[in-house]
């Protein structure tokens, strides 16, 4: 199957009551970014007009974990497709690694006494939690009153942490190196 492109729009009454095909797929292996483990992904879509339309996907432990929850969500008849599993997880993690770049949020005061950003000096600084790989790493910029999170990123290797790090150096006009990063467990 040709290349198709992902469109990163809500479902629409349209796509539901299309008569096109709904696919399915599951496999073992691919890293679940909320717990850091690698588990098993499942997702549902439909292809139309050469664009695929991610309607739903999953992380569990198990292969009838996701399919119970496939079938919670309306979809019980589908054809079966192994093929574009993997380029549906980069294209779904693609979309939560932009929108991760492109929010800041300020974090509630408190937060300063407490961990892992207790402690910490004023400036922008690159954190890394949950050693060794994958990790969650943040970036963030303390000031008197307040700490903002500038940027978020799940590094599964030391290369994605580099990557990371030359984005923050060009966009922040920083230079940060692998050994200034804080480690907080």
């Not at 919670?72 to 093929?83: H, L, Q």
């Not at 779904?92 to 800041?104: G, H, L, V």
Request: net charge positive; hydrophobic share 35%.
């Amino acid at each position: 199957m040709s290349k198709l492109t992902y469109e990163n729009r809500f479902t629409t009454r349209y796509l539901l009551d299309s008569h096109e095909p709904i696919y399915f797929c599951c496999k073992r292996g691919f890293l679940d970014p909320h717990t850091l483990r690698y588990r098993m992904f499942g997702a549902v879509w439909k292809l139309m007009d050469g664009k695929r339309y991610i309607l739903g996907y999953w992380f569990a432990d198990q292969q009838n974990e996701i399919k119970v929850s496939v079938e919670k969500a309306g979809w019980r008849t589908y054809i079966k497709e192994d093929d574009e599993i993997s380029e549906i997880y980069k294209c779904i993690r693609t979309a939560q690694e932009n929108e991760n770049w492109k929010n800041r949020s300020k974090l509630p005061f408190i937060s300063i006494f407490n961990k892992p950003l207790k402690g910490l000096e004023r400036g922008m600084v690159c954190i890394k939690i949950n050693q060794p790989f994958p990790m969650h790493t943040f970036m963030y910029t303390k000031k008197v009153y307040s700490i903002w999170i500038e940027r978020i990123h799940v590094c599964e290797t030391e290369n994605d942490l580099k990557n990371f790090l030359n984005l923050i150096n060009v966009e922040h006009n920083i230079n940060l190196k692998l050994g200034e990063i804080q480690e907080k467990i």
